[in-house]
């Protein structure tokens, strides 16, 4: 910052217009935020630049995906490296209302599968984490929680490499209606 100010300094005994506002030098970001904030660079999701929001944080081939008692998750975009060879999604349930009426999961296929993956993981129900079982439409998924649970699955990223576009969602009946669901690419 003192070479900053030092520099700004110079520029305006140069140029004696335009240094009237010196009171706000841009912030720079603290460096325990940079972490936190990869979502902003420009790497995201070319694709679907207006739906990806809320891209999810990707560290180490694998992300944190949250679910709450408000049927959303806190991720509306995953965008998996491409040197990755698996990819892990934990999913925590941070709200406190039970699995069998509020649980949340993370189902992925094709997005043109989900319509059927869902009713299907309905009719299936909550002891089957709402997918059928063997349901090869079903990429990957993780198993049902509720309030204050966590789970976790990993999957080869090569199954999301092929034709896709590809969604995850929540199989709960109604969540992925609700908005309960992203876009996952790899890139
Ligand atoms: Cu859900």
Redesign the pocket.
């Known amino acids: 910052m003192t070479i900053r100010f030092a520099i700004l300094a110079a520029a305006c005994t140069l140029v004696l217009a335009g240094c009237g506002d010196k009171s706000a030098p841009p912030a720079e970001p603290a460096a325990a935020d940079v972490q936190a904030a990869p979502a902003e660079t420009p790497a995201a999701t070319p694709e679907t630049p207006a739906a990806a929001t809320r891209p999810a944080v990707v560290t180490d081939c694998s992300t944190h995906v949250e679910?709450n008692d408000a049927?959303k998750y806190n991720v509306d975009s995953i965008t998996v490296p491409a040197s990755c060879t698996e990819f892990t999604i934990n999913l925590t349930h941070v709200g406190t209302m039970p699995v069998a009426a509020?649980?949340?999961?993370v189902v992925i296929t094709k997005l043109s599968d989900v319509a059927g993956v869902d009713a299907d993981g309905m009719a299936a129900g909550v002891a089957a984490n709402y997918v059928k079982a063997g349901d090869p439409r079903v990429i990957a998924h993780t198993k049902l929680v509720g309030g204050g649970e966590s789970t976790s699955v990993t999957f080869a990223v090569s199954k999301i490499q092929g034709d896709g576009p590809y969604e995850f969602f929540?199989s709960?009946p109604g969540?992925e209606a609700s908005g309960?669901k992203g876009t996952i690419q790899v890139q």
């Open positions: 679910g049927l509020m649980g949340h999961n929540c709960f969540h309960m």
